[in-house]
């Protein structure tokens, strides 16, 4: 009975409001209910924990409420970061959940089946032979904190005293291993293992997690009045000026802007993109999936003063299942920058018209961009 009365009063409170109220309902057994349940998507750039979208809880229900801010969102539930993320009932990470806005008064209801808390069976590590922990904690001096950094190794690397092109990765967690990953693996090493073998293309990758609550912030780099201040900045210095000298210094890189790459999904395709027009003697192949352009209208201006950059190539990504208006937000970027003289040779965009804001999304299109960005 309680929990009808609920149901009743959001639905009065939606058709009031005009918003779509999520209600999860179902839980794991050992769920503690003295835990805060967070919604994280690309409606608030993914931080899996904005205090903004922490869930109410009513008894053994837990709800929030949104306005329609995209007519189709990707989102998950998390406890508070993405550490402790839903996950399937083995331990694996699960797709993203999406919903389309069709009425003033939607209600959805939510089964989580699990969390990937430490307690969770996880699978065992994914990850190639050929990656390595750089370091568990590389010091960050530009943004006073430390990060974990992993690293991709061609097959070939131990056999041959030959250099090879680097590619920076963000999203570290969710690069090589699903045991690490809060939402699927890229697969980044199998595929250039595949490439390696079967078309002798190899390169280094340096993979960097991301910082946590500190993602959006690290990944943007403008500071934005929802979301907070920006430290994009910060982040792309501690790249170029403490992490790139370190990891050539310590392996056998071709150190130059043509064989040098930074690439990102999301607010990690947001920065890395950045990265190319701010840096492009450092990077001058980037790729740049499912950007979040909405997060900060700056970067069209700032595309305006910079896309004159001659030698950068730049491989854009985006699936037509994402968020209302991210394929029109690329093909707007694309236009701004032939329209100020960036060379047309050096871009590709792709649309896909059923792809989704998600790892499973991206990995199937990591090749395809590795192809053409080292081509």
Request: charged share 25%; proline share 4%; aromatic share 14%.
């Amino acid at each position: 009975m309680k929990a009808l009365v609920f149901i009743i009063a959001v639905s009065w409170y939606q058709m009031l409001s005009g918003q779509a109220t999520f209600i999860v309902d179902s839980l794991p057994e050992n769920h503690d209910y003295k835990k805060d349940i967070y919604m994280s998507g690309d409606f608030e750039g993914w931080s899996g924990g904005n205090k903004d979208y922490k869930l109410t809880k009513t008894n053994k229900h837990y709800h929030i409420t949104i306005p329609k801010l995209k007519e189709t969102i990707s989102f998950k539930f998390t406890l508070g970061s993405w550490d402790v993320a839903e996950c399937d009932l083995n331990g694996n990470p699960v797709e993203n959940r999406m919903h389309t806005f069709s009425t003033k008064l939607d209600t959805i209801h939510i089964k989580i089946v699990n969390w990937a808390d430490g307690t969770s069976k996880i699978n065992r590590s994914t990850a190639s032979k050929n990656v390595h922990v750089f370091a568990e904690h590389f010091k960050m001096p530009q943004l006073d904190r430390e990060r974990k950094i992993s690293v991709y190794l061609p097959p070939n690397y131990e056999t041959f005293t030959k250099k090879y092109p680097v590619l920076y990765m963000q999203d570290g967690q969710n690069v090589f291993d699903v045991a690490t990953s809060y939402a699927g693996e890229w697969e980044a090493d199998e595929t250039l293992n595949k490439l390696s073998k079967e078309k002798g293309l190899n390169l280094i990758v340096v993979a960097i997690d991301h910082g946590n609550q500190k993602r959006i912030s690290e990944y943007s780099p403008w500071s934005n009045p929802e979301y907070g201040e920006a430290e994009g900045d910060a982040y792309l210095e501690f790249i170029v000026n403490t992490l790139k000298p370190e990891i050539d210094k310590t392996f056998r890189t071709k150190k130059t802007a043509k064989n040098t790459a930074i690439m990102g999904s999301s607010m990690g395709g947001l920065i890395s993109y950045y990265a190319g027009l701010k840096y492009p003697n450092v990077f001058a192949k980037v790729g740049v999936f499912s950007p979040v352009f909405w997060y900060a209208d700056e970067i069209y201006s700032y595309t305006e003063k910079h896309a004159h950059v001659k030698h950068v190539k730049i491989y854009f990504l985006v699936g037509g299942k994402e968020a209302e208006g991210e394929v029109e937000d690329v093909e707007k970027m694309v236009n701004i920058m032939k329209n100020n003289k960036f060379p047309e040779n050096n871009l590709y965009i792709k649309v896909v018209p059923n792809g989704t804001h998600s790892e499973s999304f991206w990995k199937t299109e990591f090749e395809n961009a590795i192809l053409w960005l080292f081509n």
